[in-house]
């Protein structure tokens, strides 16, 4: 077979992870069916317990609808809204700023370290010390682990320790990462997750979760996700309705077992292309200190991106781009939002080469050793 004959290989393929554990996925669906409950159900209890508990001890989790509202739960139960900013990065899946503002705060964006994509603890640091006039008091700070890579925390917790802000980590894309040890989403007052198909850890369907150490503040959140209700129908507080269903509860609870073999297949196959970068054009992605890193992405910078992307095309190997567009210069909003010191200039810089290699832990070895040949040839 030549390159063009051959199957093409995606960037992401939700359903190879359903065809690998096939038979218990299909099992816990009956067994959720079966049940005849199926809105915050035993399922989702169980699932609850066995995510907080994976997280570490003391950790309560609490499922939702998907990862945009968890953030935005977060925000709810901490009583963060109008009159509120809250940082973030551009650098991000536009949910994270879709959350801020679904709770009526007022987003801030700050700049990102290249050479790891994370938000840039020093511009933070300066922002929480000084922050820029005609805002609203900052009240919480919002660091994206993105593509799967811890950020550099320890020194973000401890300015919003000083200043009497709230760290909540985004961790849409860093199930199972750890920084110096401690896994991500146990570092901050407060953790979101999504259960997005493509995640390390996905529904079949959309899902999300949080965590925190304070019991009373995940008391508060669970009761914010059903309208309010301590007392079934009777709201003590105004709440929203985001609830994860009992099917998806059920399949979650079968991929998570399954979630650490995961990832560490991620970390074989990203050490395969590191390999096959070595000496070519392409820098392989570095790694903070102290990180485990879980790859949820394998992202690579390009000064033509489209050639590059077009070329290992030819040779069926499919790319992404997360993400093309900052968003701070998208539509929704451009000119609208306030942006820190910097400028967001790196972001946008990045925003213009990244791409994605083929990451998902059901890749066969033929498949890693077709990539790796695909980027070898780029170096002739």
């Given at each position: 077979?030549?390159?063009?004959?051959?199957?093409?290989?995606?960037?992401?393929?939700?359903?190879?992870?359903?065809?690998?554990?096939?038979?218990?996925?299909?099992?816990?669906?009956?067994?959720?069916?079966?049940?005849?409950?199926?809105?915050?159900?035993?399922?989702?209890?169980?699932?609850?317990?066995?995510?907080?508990?994976?997280?570490?001890?003391?950790?309560?989790?609490?499922?939702?609808?998907?990862?945009?509202?968890?953030?935005?739960?977060?925000?709810r139960g901490l009583d963060i809204g109008p009159g509120s900013t809250v940082v973030t990065v551009s650098h991000t899946a536009v949910a994270t700023v879709a959350a801020i503002e679904m709770?009526?705060?007022?987003?801030?964006?700050?700049?990102?370290?290249?050479?790891?994509?994370?938000?840039?603890?020093?511009?933070?640091?300066?922002?929480?010390?000084?922050?820029?006039?005609?805002?609203?008091?900052?009240?919480?700070?919002?660091?994206?682990?993105?593509?799967?890579?811890?950020?550099?925390?320890?020194?973000?917790?401890?300015?919003?320790?000083?200043?009497?802000?709230?760290?909540?980590?985004?961790?849409?894309?860093?199930?199972?990462?750890?920084?110096?040890?401690?896994?991500?989403?146990?570092?901050?007052?407060?953790?979101?997750?999504?259960?997005?198909?493509?995640?390390?850890?996905?529904?079949?369907?959309?899902?999300?979760?949080?965590?925190?150490?304070?019991?009373?503040?995940?008391?508060?959140?669970?009761?914010?996700?059903?309208?309010?209700?301590?007392?079934?129908?009777?709201?003590?507080?105004?709440?929203v309705n985001s609830r994860l269903d009992e099917l998806q509860a059920a399949i979650l609870r079968v991929r998570l077992p399954l979630l650490d073999a995961g990832n560490a297949r991620r970390?074989?196959?990203?050490?395969?292309?590191?390999?096959?970068?070595?000496?070519?054009?392409?820098?392989?992605?570095?790694?903070?200190?102290?990180?485990?890193?879980?790859?949820?992405?394998?992202?690579?910078?390009?000064?033509?991106?489209?050639?590059?992307?077009?070329?290992?095309?030819?040779?069926?190997?499919?790319?992404?781009?997360?993400?093309?567009?900052?968003?701070?210069?998208?539509?929704?909003?451009?000119?609208?939002?306030?942006?820190?010191?910097?400028?967001?200039?790196?972001?946008?810089?990045?925003?213009?080469?990244?791409?994605?290699?083929?990451?998902?832990?059901?890749?066969?070895?033929?498949?890693?050793?077709?990539?790796?040949?695909?980027?070898?040839?780029?170096?002739?």
């Open positions: 077979m030549n390159a063009s004959t051959l199957p093409v290989i995606p960037q992401a393929d939700p359903g190879a992870g359903y065809r690998a554990h096939k038979d218990a996925i299909d099992a816990a669906v009956a067994r959720a069916l079966g049940s005849g409950w199926y809105i915050l159900g035993k399922e989702g209890e169980a699932f609850e317990r066995e995510y907080g508990a994976w997280l570490g001890e003391g950790m309560h989790a609490v499922g939702c609808a998907n990862g945009t509202d968890a953030l935005a739960l977060i925000l709770v009526g705060a007022t987003p801030l964006l700050v700049d990102i370290v290249p050479e790891h994509y994370t938000m840039d603890a020093e511009e933070l640091v300066a922002v929480l010390e000084d922050p820029p006039p005609g805002l609203p008091p900052i009240r919480a700070v919002i660091p994206v682990h993105i593509y799967g890579q811890p950020c550099d925390l320890a020194p973000m917790r401890a300015a919003c320790d000083r200043e009497g802000v709230f760290l909540i980590e985004d961790c849409a894309q860093a199930h199972g990462a750890r920084l110096d040890g401690r896994m991500v989403g146990t570092i901050g007052h407060a953790s979101a997750f999504s259960l997005y198909p493509t995640k390390n850890l996905g529904a079949l369907g959309d899902g999300g979760v949080l965590a925190t150490p304070d019991a009373a503040l995940a008391k508060r959140i669970a009761a914010i996700r059903q309208y309010g209700w301590h007392e079934r129908y009777i709201s003590a507080e105004v709440g970390r074989e196959v990203a050490a395969a292309y590191d390999a096959a970068l070595a000496g070519g054009p392409f820098a392989a992605p570095l790694r903070r200190e102290g990180v485990e890193h879980v790859f949820h992405q394998y992202v690579l910078r390009s000064d033509d991106r489209a050639a590059t992307q077009a070329a290992l095309k030819a040779q069926g190997i499919g790319t992404g781009i997360h993400y093309p567009v900052p968003v701070h210069l998208q539509g929704a909003y451009k000119d609208r939002v306030a942006l820190g010191p910097a400028g967001c200039g790196e972001t946008a810089r990045a925003a213009g080469e990244v791409f994605s290699l083929p990451m998902y832990p059901e890749l066969t070895d033929g498949q890693v050793k077709r990539v790796c040949d695909g980027l070898r040839s780029l170096a002739r």
